[in-house]
Structure formats: structure tokens, C-alpha cells
């Protein structure tokens, strides 16, 4: 699993409201939307992690008993009917004031920045005539999460299935008939069990 508190908060900020004055009532008619549920994830991470999500943050996240909630709202984001999903666009357009979930196989390719010397790694996927790509910090990877596996693949210039939420931030030239799209990555999770098995029988 790779997940940003920073991000988080950055697409909330930037889509919903100040996180600041972020209140959620339990069965509100806000907390079943996903403005409400990435609300509460940030709150929950927040609550619990001072500073940047890291790699033992994340394993938390996914098997700590206590971090349970954190990992059903990152479950329920996405699943939540009011974020679209891009195989589901019937134009090859993205909305910047949107969140857009995908579930395909993607290229994770590591490199250092020559900014910071810092390590990151591009995940980029191509789903409905829409390419997309962007920057992720090797920090905010689970160690148990798949991108061992994957980054593997990228090494023999082979894609790996996951799932995920994401935020466009700038449409790019358009590449012959597909528009492209950089992206920030809220979430990205392990694949569904379908397109993991179509992945596990091409290989």
C-alpha cells in the first residue's frame, strides 16, 4: 500500500475545505461522501502520526489492530460511488476539481531525484484512453505492499496490476488519441483479485 498524509491533506484543502476547520460528525450527511471520508482518514492518520507517513506507518496501517479504521476508510474511499472511475468515462477528459479511481496494470520505475537525492518512484498506467503518471516516495510504501514485485516487473519492462485514487493536476500534450495526465497519488492498493489472477496467468 502507498499512501501521503501530505497529499491527503493536499486534495482535501484544495477540493473541500480547510482541514483546520475539519468537523465530521458521525452520520452526517458529509461522512458518507467522499469529501467526508478522506476527511476522516486524514483526521485518523493525523490523530495517530505526527510527521510524513513512512514505511512502519504504513504496515500499521494495513495489519495494526489499532489502525483498523484508518484502513476501512482507505478501503471505503475506494469503493465510494461519488469518485469516478476512469474505465468508466465516456470522454478522454479529466476534471482537476475531481478524484478518479483505476484499477490496471502500471509501470513503477525508481529513480533519484536530482532535486533533493531523495529516492522515488513514477508509477504511470495507461486505462480508457487516458495515460497518467506520477511522482511516488519510496518512504510512503508499505514494505509488505507489492512494489517489490512490481518494480521487479518495470526491471523485464513489464507492467503489475493495482488499484488506486488519484488527483490530475495538469494535462500534458496529447499523445496521439490519448490525453495525458500528471497526477498526484492519494492511495494506491494491491490489486483486485480478477486482474491479479489475469496478471498471475500471463506470466
Given at each position: 500500500m502507498y499512501a501521503s498524509k501530505g497529499t491527503?491533506?493536499?486534495?482535501?484543502?484544495?477540493?473541500?475545505?480547510?482541514?483546520?476547520?475539519?468537523?465530521?460528525?458521525?452520520?452526517?450527511?458529509?461522512?458518507?461522501?467522499?469529501?467526508?471520508?478522506?476527511?476522516?482518514?486524514?483526521?485518523?492518520?493525523?490523530?495517530?502520526f505526527s510527521g510524513e507517513l513512512t514505511e512502519s506507518e504504513i504496515k500499521k496501517i494495513n495489519f495494526d489492530d489499532d489502525m483498523r479504521k484508518a484502513k476501512k476508510l482507505a478501503n471505503s474511499l475506494m469503493s465510494t460511488d461519488d469518485i469516478p472511475m476512469l474505465s468508466d468515462?465516456?470522454?478522454?477528459?479529466?476534471?482537476?476539481?475531481?478524484?478518479?479511481?483505476?484499477?490496471?496494470?502500471?509501470?513503477?520505475?525508481?529513480?533519484e531525484s536530482e532535486l533533493d537525492g531523495e529516492n522515488y518512484i513514477k508509477?504511470?498506467?495507461?486505462?480508457?484512453?487516458?495515460?497518467?503518471?506520477?511522482?511516488?516516495?519510496?518512504?510512503?510504501?508499505?514494505?509488505?505492499?507489492?512494489i517489490i514485485q512490481s518494480v521487479r516487473a518495470a526491471k523485464r519492462d513489464e507492467s503489475y496490476p493495482y488499484q488506486g485514487l488519484m488527483w490530475p493536476i495538469k494535462k500534458k500534450n496529447d499523445e496521439g488519441s490519448k490525453s495525458s495526465y500528471d497526477v498526484n497519488y492519494v492511495l494506491i492498493c494491491g490489486p483486485e483479485r480478477e486482474l491479479r489472477k489475469e496478471w498471475y496467468g500471463s506470466q
Open positions: 491527503v491533506e493536499q486534495v482535501y484543502s484544495e477540493l473541500y475545505g480547510d482541514v483546520d476547520e475539519l468537523r465530521i460528525e458521525s452520520g452526517s450527511s458529509l461522512s458518507g461522501t467522499a469529501a467526508g471520508k478522506l476527511g476522516k482518514l486524514w483526521a485518523t492518520i493525523s490523530g495517530e468515462l465516456s470522454k478522454k477528459e479529466l476534471d482537476i476539481d475531481q478524484l478518479y479511481k483505476f484499477s490496471c496494470e502500471v509501470m513503477t520505475i525508481p529513480f508509477v504511470s498506467g495507461t486505462l480508457n484512453g487516458i495515460k497518467f503518471e506520477g511522482d511516488t516516495s519510496v518512504n510512503n510504501w508499505g514494505r509488505r505492499s507489492h
